[in-house]
């Protein structure tokens, strides 16, 4: 099957990115927020990122109004009809996405191959609400979209081998290196970066460090970019809690249950960077300032 248009469902921080990088990499794009204003604030920040990749000479400026022209933004649903392929970016509710499914299911063709970018539900328990569990695969991208390399092809006991290899290959035409990862809690990047994540708060509970030693140490010990509680702040501190649970609620091992510091962060609101505050103070971006607990 030719893939030609690509619906996007959800135009978030991840939503946005995925419709970027499918409209950069060719295919018509029309992705769909809940109301006009949410549509318009998804695309302008598209239109944002691509008029920095003009600036820095990655892009002309003839690419950028390709790729623009590619992506369309709407509310309806029905405007899926015709879509090869559906990536789902919303909310990390089960409900919520079995119910965007089922209605899918009944607008799109019978040809077409959903796909969810859910970081911890299960794909299988995603993709009974529709008719079509051997056509649905997980696309597990990573934030930030348009930078980040990978992306978990994640197949269920009941994706159609086929389909599989097609949405392997799909993820390589997004320019993104695909890896293979069964239906299970967490795939592959987040059952090795949660503990991790998680660890560093109890280091920091326990007094191994500071903030700043803890991050310094993975950072210029280790050579990641961002040292973990850094990377928390910028994952969401309720976001990285809600996988944890998940997670913890379908291994029952320690390594995935929530240190007690996380949960009283979160109930305080201080949710990382986009909410001013986690682990760092971000009251100037530039220059954000450990927390002091
Ligand atoms: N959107 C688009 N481009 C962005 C961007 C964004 N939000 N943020 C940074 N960039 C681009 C910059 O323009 C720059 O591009 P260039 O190299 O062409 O000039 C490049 O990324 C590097 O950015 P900076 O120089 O400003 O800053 P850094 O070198 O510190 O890189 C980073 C920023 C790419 C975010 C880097 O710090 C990094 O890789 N951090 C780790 C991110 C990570 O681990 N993400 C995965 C999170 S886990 C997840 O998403 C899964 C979920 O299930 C939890």
């Not at 008029?51 to 003839?62: D, I, P, S």
């Not at 695909?178 to 560093?200: E, K, M, Q, W």
């Not at 702040?233 to 291994?251: K, P, S």
């Amino acid at each position: 099957m030719a893939i030609r248009k690509v619906g996007v469902v959800g135009c978030g921080l991840m939503g946005s990115g995925i419709a970027q990088v499918c409209a950069a990499a060719g295919f018509a794009t029309v992705v769909r927020e809940v109301s006009p204003d949410v549509v318009e604030k998804g695309l302008k920040g598209i239109e944002k990122n691509l008029a920095r990749l003009v600036e820095k000479g990655t892009l002309t400026e003839a690419q950028k109004g390709e790729i623009r022209g590619r992506l369309k933004g709407t509310t309806a649903l029905e405007d899926f009809k015709d879509c090869d392929v559906v990536i789902e970016a919303i909310t990390e509710q089960l409900p919520a996405k079995r119910e965007l499914f089922a209605k899918l299911d009944s607008i799109c063709g019978p040809a077409a191959i959903f796909a969810s970018n859910t970081s911890s539900l299960t794909i299988t328990e995603i993709s009974t609400a529709t008719k079509r569990p051997e056509r649905f695969v997980g696309l597990h991208f990573f934030n930030p979209v348009p930078v980040m390399k990978l992306v978990e092809v994640v197949r269920t006991i009941a994706t159609e081998p086929a389909v599989y290899d097609e949405m392997v290959d799909f993820g390589a035409k997004l320019g993104k290196t695909p890896v293979r990862a069964h239906d299970s809690t967490g795939f592959i990047v987040n059952r090795l970066l949660v503990p991790y994540l998680l660890d560093s708060i109890r280091a920091l509970e326990e007094g191994v460090g500071s903030i700043e030693d803890i991050d310094n140490s993975m950072k210029l010990g280790c050579g990641h970019p961002m040292g973990p509680l850094t990377l928390l702040d910028f994952v969401g501190l309720d976001t990285t809690y809600y996988i944890a649970n998940i997670m913890f609620e379908e291994f029952r091992e320690k390594r995935f249950a929530s240190p007690p510091l996380l949960k009283r962060m979160v109930l305080a609101g201080w949710n990382g960077r986009k909410a001013g505050r986690g682990f760092y103070d971000y009251s100037d971006p530039a220059k954000p300032k450990a927390m002091k607990f």
